[in-house]
């Protein structure tokens, strides 16, 4: 695979998606995996219906790539999955500057350069993907998707989300505010907050979720105590409604943002934010 003597250092601040001439597949060191995070990115267009400020993806730069060719996003699976198997990609440049605790394949991730459910044949290639890793020996990896829910309302979404889930799936929900006209502001869209919690409630109640929940500062400003309380109470509505929520991941933005007056959070800051989720009885970790 071309391109792995690169020598640069691969770690959770690094998520630069250059694997040689990779236009789908590419290794990150995730801080919430805990380890090797394998993305698969169904949007190369760069095309997504939100525009969150925080979003590393640089639009402004012109996407190269404006269709998802199948074969070749296997393809580039398969090989990136036969290093890990032989771990012979421990060996090469960027991977051998890993820390060892790790040198672990944690997942295997929808995510990418957009929404990843916005993909018209998603529910074939999860079961493609979910093949490929079961025949390289790593049927225990999970597949992760990484989502803003938006589309969980649409026709055949749940029968796809039903088939993923049935491969080992776990859906990351985001879930980045209480109030609608922070909602609307924090990731880009006129799409309301009640349709986004309905979607998380749909699928919390059939499986058990991960709640994904980005909190920075804006010029200097924190969110209010306010927008955070009511952050928590829609959580507690989806409890509610018999939701099933594993983990609440509190984060902030570990990697420059295109918008420079966006700024990351202090640890003390994450755990005073997780601590509402604690408080519902939930388990929550935080990422600073």
Request: aromatic share 8%; proline share 5%; hydrophobic share 40%.
């Amino acid at each position: 695979m071309a391109g792995l003597q690169d020598k640069r250092v691969l770690d959770h601040k690094d998520h630069r998606r250059e694997l040689g001439d990779n236009a789908y597949v590419y290794p990150v060191v995730s801080r919430r995996s805990g380890g090797l995070s394998v993305g698969v990115n169904l949007n190369p267009d760069k095309v997504c219906n939100f525009d969150c400020p925080y979003c590393q993806v640089d639009r402004r730069i012109p996407a190269t790539t404006f269709s998802v060719d199948m074969p070749r996003l296997l393809s580039e699976l398969d090989t990136l999955l036969a290093l890990a198997e032989s771990g012979e990609i421990w060996e090469h440049a960027p991977f051998d500057t890993v820390a060892p605790a790790q040198r672990t394949l944690c997942d295997i991730a929808f995510s990418g350069d957009g929404e990843p459910t916005s993909y018209s044949k998603f529910g074939v290639l999860v079961d493609a993907v979910a093949e490929i890793r079961d025949a390289r020996g790593f049927s225990e990896v999970p597949l992760v998707l990484i989502t803003n829910a938006s589309l969980f309302h649409r026709p055949g979404m749940m029968e796809c989300l039903s088939s993923f889930h049935a491969r080992g799936g776990r859906v990351w929900a985001k879930l980045d505010a209480g109030t609608n006209a922070y909602f609307q502001w924090v990731c880009g869209t006129k799409l309301s907050l009640d349709r986004i919690v309905r979607n998380i409630s749909m699928v919390a109640q059939k499986w058990p979720i991960t709640l994904q929940s980005m909190f920075l500062t804006r010029e200097g400003q924190a969110a209010t105590d306010e927008e955070l309380d009511a952050w928590a109470d829609r959580i507690q509505e989806l409890l509610n409604e018999g939701g099933r929520i594993d983990l609440v991941q509190v984060y902030t933005v570990a990697r420059n943002p295109a918008d420079a007056s966006l700024g990351a959070l202090s640890f003390e800051q994450l755990e005073l934010i997780a601590s509402r989720a604690r408080t519902l009885g939930l388990r929550a970790e935080i990422y600073p």
